[in-house]
């Protein structure tokens, strides 16, 4: 079996990376990560912020209330009231990606659009080679999946896309690639080898339909990886269902995972793995 | 009348026999130094120290130098270690006062070992304690507890949030919090599409929004409550998780002292602190801005303060004590009796903790004995006090004394006070004594003991192996040659000099011990192996000389007739008088000019020292001593006519003491009587109203003062010097003075009254009544009557003939 190693620097190449913003606990951790990975790729950082047009929309609805969060004692809007919040979380967003550009000496731009938020990122994220979102956002719900301007960006196809959850730093996370010896799984492990610094040890979970394939797969990667000076260490899994996936995800405690869903494992089992798991994601 | 005869030199010093020592050299004696001669001193000791009730303490009085500390030490040396072992004391953290810190006590050498374990105890709790609370079982039962609470929460949003959907009405996070607006295909309806629909529809969908708004009111106002029961459960998982690991480490220590009682009951409140405050053993990351602190920031601080929150400070540790303590307080401060509690500066500010109570003298000596010189206890301010609160409550309460005058304004401690069972000794002098006995009404109260220690001890074979044995016990402490037999005697020879008495020893071991080491000194320059009598007497040469600078200058100036001393002629109302000077301690004698002088007048003898106040009070009392004797012996039958003047020639500072009240007489006697005096003899001795000569002290000095001088320029033979016969026994005399007396080239004269004295000093009798009740015309008293008699005749001629002239 032979396949040919994308070119590191060229195909995966990140220049640009966009960041959604919206002052929540996971959107502070992916300005944290992004902001750490255009350090590190030497790229320029976006930070997109949305200002939620339904919430506008609520403001011209007589009859619609404010419930406050720590009071729960409701008010009705007052549209430049509710303006003047959206601009401070505007500024309060711009404040953080400023500071952070500054301490690790980046390039950063911001916008500020108007519409309906996960159609907004996406959107204004077009132009950049990477998307970094929070696994949630502001959602009343505190829901334990995937938001909704991350499952937008996922079913859309937006690539590739980095999912971060507070308490990962980008700086030390252990990166786990899956590989099937699929074109995905190629792309998955170039995008991973990007990311990673020297001292980072990769691990590859090579998941191969019998023993000899997941053998032969090591062999070959480990020859063309032993060119880029990264250090590897290999694990083997038989080829199998995306829960199963999970639960050898959870045990070995991955870190940040990388994988692609153009895999030998099925779209929907990967969308379905990136929902569960609760760990940092970069889908290729 | 027969006159008393010359001395012989045997009279003049006593010899101690080297013979009299079964020794050859102190290397042949082993023996310890013992109080001898001090049986009244020992027995007050002996008494103080075993009677077990309070205020029986003891105050070693003497003067300094007589070895009163050594005597006991001594003592307690023997009884000391047979007593038992007291206990230890420690504070410990009040974890309910902190400001109270709690005295805990122990067994003799347990409080050490309490320390340690307690040490290793927390150096324990930074390992399991993080290791439990990082244990994946503990991390996934604190997850589990979160997100209960956060379904719980989400739950009840989603399924408002799922009843809104189904009414196609979404809920919207907005920046304050929450609303619910009715929506189409994901969006919130525009005003003019909600405007657009019928009336029934709108007021159908305002009825929503108001039922879901309440219904979102009460859920979230049992949020906090959920996150009070979330807090309280993770407050429980900690307690347990807490408490599992630290209980199998404390039950360890507690097996150790399950018999200490005050032991597992401070155990008890430990353990329930550590469970309480478990998080201070779980590493946190530094801030930043604490790190720049030094230090004492961040996790440093953290770790030390917990160390120090459950360390034992060991007050007293007797783990290698024997017996009762025996503590010599060198400075007996305040604080280094009491102990004290130290302050640190901790960024500007002082701070204390139970950690920094210092121990003092009191709780080193508690349960044993503890010694004191009483001089620098008074010298040392607020001690005295201190000492007595102790021992009047029988407790040691440590108390900051800059907190207790508010030199120091800061936060501070009250340590709980420790029980005291302890014997205060203290050490100091007669006046010391005398003036604390008569001051101070406590002091009675709580020194009931005295040991009186003697000056001298008695000069028999007893006395001198004493002294040997205390020479004995030098040369062994401070490693010096050994001394033979013929120095130890000169030793003791110098003893009874020093004791001004033949017979017995001096006590002052410091002036014995000062001359065991200059002896040392010449016999080691000599290379000796040994040290002999005649380096002893180097050592006291060497001493006299290195104090004779002033006593050199004067003989030198006397040599030159700048003082005015004769020692050959005979001069009428003219005597050598002898006189003590002690500059710095190392006394020596000299003669002095005294003269008397008569004129008419109304019988009064003037005292020229005392007119112009130079002299003393007790030397004024002995002149007029002198009138009274005049009086009694001349004046019966009619008054005295004369008026007599005395002085001491050449004196330009103040004179004082009497010694010298028998020269006077012999002086006035010889201006009274016109019989000229032996200038060649020198005179010693106070006089009472009968004439008798009575001691004086100081003889040796006195007569060697005389002999110097007589000496330089030349003995002839007749010079010689009158002492009391009361000061015979006081006779250690040099041994140049004692082979000058041998030669008959010196003589010392013992006289018992005037008489005799006169007699010797004019060689003329001094004359005795006859049945008339007349004197001879050719004595002293006689030619003494005929010159008074002419002078109240004359003086009566001169009354009878200024009354005519004024009439």
């Not at chain 1, 980072?200 to 990667?221: K, P």
């Not at chain 2, 007291?86 to 006590?105: E, G």
């Not at chain 2, 060697?704 to 009158?722: H, M, P, S, Y």
Request: aromatic share 6%; with cysteine; hydrophobic share 40%.
């Amino acid at each position: 079996m032979s396949f040919v190693m994308p070119e590191r620097h060229k195909s995966t190449l990140i220049r640009h990376i966009a960041v959604a913003l919206d002052c929540s606990p996971h959107s502070i951790a992916s300005l944290g990560a992004a902001a750490e990975l255009a350090r590190l790729l030497n790229a320029e950082l976006t930070g997109i912020y949305v200002e939620d047009i339904n919430v506008i929309r609520m403001a011209d609805l007589p009859f619609c209330h404010e419930i406050h969060m720590y009071t729960s004692e409701s008010e009705t809007f007052d549209a430049s009231t509710l303006e003047r919040s959206l601009k401070v979380q505007a500024k309060a967003a711009r404040e953080s990606l400023l500071r952070i550009a500054e301490n690790l000496m980046i390039r950063q731009s911001f916008r500020v659009s108007r519409g309906v938020v996960p159609e907004e990122v996406i959107a204004a994220a077009g132009d950049a080679d990477l998307l970094v979102l929070g696994r949630s956002g502001r959602s009343p719900t505190c829901r334990k999946g995937l938001g909704s301007t991350a499952r937008k960006a996922l079913e859309e196809g937006k690539r590739p896309i980095l999912f971060i959850r507070p308490g990962f730093s980008a700086k030390e996370w252990p990166v786990l690639v899956l590989y099937d010896g699929s074109e995905g799984s190629r792309q998955a492990l170039a995008a991973a080898l990007n990311i990673i610094t020297p001292d980072i040890t990769l691990n590859v979970l090579i998941l191969g339909e019998t023993h000899e394939e997941s053998v032969e797969m090591e062999r070959a990667l480990s020859e063309i990886i032993a060119l880029l000076g990264s250090t590897v260490e290999y694990h083997h899994l038989p080829l199998t269902s995306g829960k199963t996936l999970m639960r050898y995800i959870r045990m070995v405690d991955s870190g940040l995972l990388v994988l692609s869903d153009r895999m030998k494992i099925s779209r929907e089992e990967v969308h379905e793995l990136i929902n569960e798991i609760d760990y940092p994601v970069l889908l290729v | 009348m027969t006159l008393p005869s010359k001395l012989t030199p045997e009279e003049l010093y006593r010899t101690c026999n080297p013979l009299d020592f079964g020794f050859n050299t102190t290397a042949d004696l082993d023996c310890p130094v013992k109080a001898t001669g001090q049986k009244r001193a020992f027995d007050a000791i002996t008494f103080s120290m075993g009677i077990k009730h309070d205020g029986f303490n003891l105050f070693a009085l003497g003067p300094n130098g007589t070895g009163k500390q050594t005597a006991i030490m001594h003592f307690l040396g023997t009884t000391a270690p047979e007593a038992e072992v007291p206990s230890d004391w420690c504070y410990v953290n009040n974890f309910q006062k902190p400001r109270h810190p709690k005295a805990l006590k122990l067994p003799a050498g347990k409080a050490g070992s309490l320390a340690r374990d307690m040490e290793h105890l927390v150096e324990a709790l930074f390992t399991v304690i993080p290791a439990a609370f990082s244990s994946e079982e503990y991390q996934a039962q604190e997850k589990n507890i979160h997100e209960k609470f956060q379904e719980q929460q989400a739950d009840a949003i989603g399924e408002l949030e799922k009843k809104g959907a189904e009414e196609h009405i979404a809920l919207i996070r907005t920046p304050a919090g929450f609303a619910f607006a009715p929506e189409k295909e994901g969006e919130v309806l525009k005003p003019e599409e909600f405007m657009m629909l019928k009336k029934e529809e709108r007021d159908s969908i305002e009825e929503k929004i108001i039922a879901l708004k309440t219904a979102m009111q009460s859920i979230m106002a049992q949020i906090p409550k959920w996150q009070r029961e979330t807090l309280e459960k993770i407050k429980d998982l900690n307690r347990n998780i807490a408490s599992f690991t630290v209980k199998p480490l404390i039950a360890e220590i507690r097996n150790s002292y399950e018999a200490i009682q005050e032991v597992t009951g401070y155990l008890e409140t430990l353990e329930a602190d550590i469970i309480e405050n478990f998080d201070q053993f779980l590493e946190k990351e530094a801030d930043p801005r604490e790190s720049l602190m030094g230090v004492y920031s961040g996790k440093f601080s953290q770790k030390r303060a917990s160390f120090i929150r459950y360390q034992i400070n060991v007050i007293v540790d007797n783990s290698i004590t024997e017996g009762a303590p025996v503590v010599y307080e060198d400075k007996p401060a305040c604080q280094n009796l009491v102990g004290d509690i130290e302050h640190i500066s901790h960024m500007g500010t002082l701070v204390t903790d139970f950690t920094l109570i210092k121990q003092g003298a009191l709780h080193r000596a508690n349960g044993g004995y503890l010694l004191i010189d009483a001089r620098r206890l008074l010298f040392e301010p607020f001690a005295y006090e201190a000492l007595k609160k102790a021992l009047r409550t029988r407790q040691i309460r440590i108390e900051s004394l800059a907190q207790l005058y508010s030199l120091v304004s800061t936060v501070s401690l009250e340590p709980e006070p420790i029980p005291l069972d302890i014997k205060v000794i203290l050490l100091g002098e007669r006046s010391l004594y005398n003036i604390l006995s008569v001051y101070d009404p406590d002091f009675s109260e709580l020194f009931k003991v005295a040991a009186d220690f003697e000056d001298e001890l008695p000069g028999d074979i007893d006395g001198k192996l004493a002294y040997a044995s205390i020479i004995s016990s030098i040369v062994h402490k401070d490693k010096l040659h050994h001394f033979d037999r013929t120095a130890v005697a000169r030793i003791v020879e110098h003893g009874s000099r020093l004791a001004e008495d033949s017979s017995k020893l001096s006590a002052h071991i410091q002036s014995i011990c000062d001359l065991v080491h200059e002896s040392d000194y010449y016999a080691a320059s000599a290379k000796k192996t040994f040290v002999q009598a005649e380096d002893v007497q180097k050592a006291i040469d060497a001493k006299i000389f290195r104090s004779s600078r002033i006593r050199e200058k004067i003989r030198e100036a006397t040599l030159k007739d700048s003082i005015l001393i004769e020692t050959d002629s005979e001069k009428i109302g003219q005597i050598n008088g002898l006189a003590i000077y002690s500059p710095g301690g190392q006394s020596f004698g000299h003669p002095g000019r005294i003269t008397a002088r008569v004129r008419l007048g109304k019988g009064e003898v003037i005292d020229i020292e005392r007119e112009v106040e130079m002299g003393g009070p007790i030397h004024s009392k002995g002149v007029m001593i002198l009138s009274g004797f005049l009086g009694a012996r001349f004046a019966i039958d009619q008054p005295l006519s004369l008026s007599a003047s005395l002085v001491f020639e050449q004196s330009y500072s103040g004179v004082e003491g009497d010694s010298a009240s028998s020269a006077e007489l012999y002086a006035l006697l010889s201006a009274i009587s016109g019989a000229p005096i032996r200038q060649y003899f020198a005179v010693t001795g106070s006089v009472n109203q009968f004439g008798q000569v009575q001691a004086i002290g100081g003889v040796n000095e006195k007569i060697e003062g005389f002999f110097d001088l007589c000496k330089a320029r030349e003995l002839t033979g007749k010079q010689g010097v009158l002492i009391p016969v009361s000061n015979v026994h006081n006779l250690m005399l040099r041994n140049d003075v004692v082979e000058a007396v041998r030669q008959g080239l010196f003589s010392i004269i013992p006289v018992s009254d005037v008489d005799e004295g006169i007699e010797i000093l004019t060689g003329i009798p001094a004359g005795e009544l006859d049945t008339t009740g007349k004197y001879p015309p050719d004595t002293i008293n006689g030619m003494a009557v005929a010159r008074l008699n002419e002078m109240a005749e004359k003086l009566k001629k001169f009354t009878s003939s200024s009354d005519d002239d004024n009439q």
